[in-house]
């Protein structure tokens, strides 16, 4: 019995499908940790978060449901106020629980160092904001972070109550592909 035509076809397009299959399988994201430090300014000339709205007839603060704070924070590369600045962290943290632990966080590194300069992540989720150890989600970023996905802990490493300051900790694991 004579070989058929569409023997050669399947053997090629099984070739081809095998082919993919082993790409797919070796494409192995890149996996990568960062650390740097937000400086956080609640009060005075030079806060860096702000109340701008919130419930009528109720004090606007971190633990009073309804409040939505923005923020523009410097981001550098160690707890030092002096060390080189990175980036900021820009964006909106609403709080969202009814007793006020929990705010939801909607924020963007925006990168302006050598590195990473135009580059951005995007972090959302929500922060159990008395806890020390806090993980939100990186749902993605622009430049050098396209496509990343992973996660950020928010650790709060110093705050200083009498003119709401802290220095926050972030590490953020990716991947990208």
Known sequence: MAPTFSNPIK???FSMLLLITINLANSQPNRSTLVFYMQDVGKGPKATVSPVIGIKDKVWSYNTFGTIFVVDDPVRLSPSPTSTQIGSAQGVITVT?????????????????AQYSGSTLEIQGTSRQHENL??????????????????????????????NQSVIRLTITLETP
């Open 11 to 13: 053997i090629i397009f």
């Open 97 to 113: 629980s009814q007793d006020g632990a929990n705010v939801n966080i909607v924020l963007s590194i925006v990168f302006n160092n």
């Open 134 to 163: 806090r993980e939100l989600s990186v749902v993605g970023g622009t430049g050098r972070f396209r496509f990343a996905r992973g996660f950020i802990v928010f650790e709060t490493i110093s705050f200083d109550g009498s003119n």
